[in-house]
């Protein structure tokens, strides 16, 4: 019985040592670059009219608050964290709209809808393409949104 005691005394302390620095610490440290992620969207509407109903949101968050996340065809656009595009966008010549990240980013959520109520325009085309760190993870193309057929998505990335 003394043998087991002296046995057990010498291992406690063993084992405790060594359950607490076995144990990983809780860090409070904020996620690192590279847990961040570039993003690239492509839109493409062609066909809208006036009566149609088109909407496309992105919306990004970086781990330093940063204000200035988005560039819009290749213009960066200063202060904003969210991009919105509507039916008016493309009405007009420019059909297709390139959204990227101008910093790499944490989150980025996005939203689509379009409707066609039928009216005159029978339909229209969406194609939409999402990219992170280059890798296509959504591609939709030519998408036809009609008066019973609607292109209506969330994505979070």
């Known amino acids: 019985m003394k043998n087991l005691k002296k ?4 291992i406690l302390p063993l ?10 610490k809780e860090s409070n440290e904020m996620p690192t670059d590279s847990e961040n992620k570039n993003f690239k969207f492509t839109v493409t509407v062609d066909g809208v009219e006036e009566q149609d109903y088109v909407s496309f949101v992105f919306v990004g968050g970086s781990l330093d608050n940063a ?4 560039k819009v065809n290749g213009v960066t656009k200063n202060n904003e964290t969210a991009i919105s595009l509507g039916k008016n966008d493309f009405l007009g010549a420019t059909k297709t709209y390139v959204i990227e990240s101008t910093t790499p980013l ?7 809808q379009c409707l066609n109520p039928g009216a005159t325009n029978p339909s229209f085309k969406v194609s939409y393409k999402a990219e992170v760190n280059g890798q296509v993870v959504t591609n939709d193309q030519n998408f036809t949104v009609t008066s019973t057929t609607d292109y209506t998505h969330k994505y979070d990335y």
């Open 7 to 10: 046995v057990l005394f010498t």
């Open 15 to 24: 084992l405790t040592l060594t359950i607490l620095f076995s144990c990983k």
């Open 67 to 70: 204000k200035t996340i988005w």
């Open 106 to 112: 944490r989150l980025v959520t996005t939203s689509q």
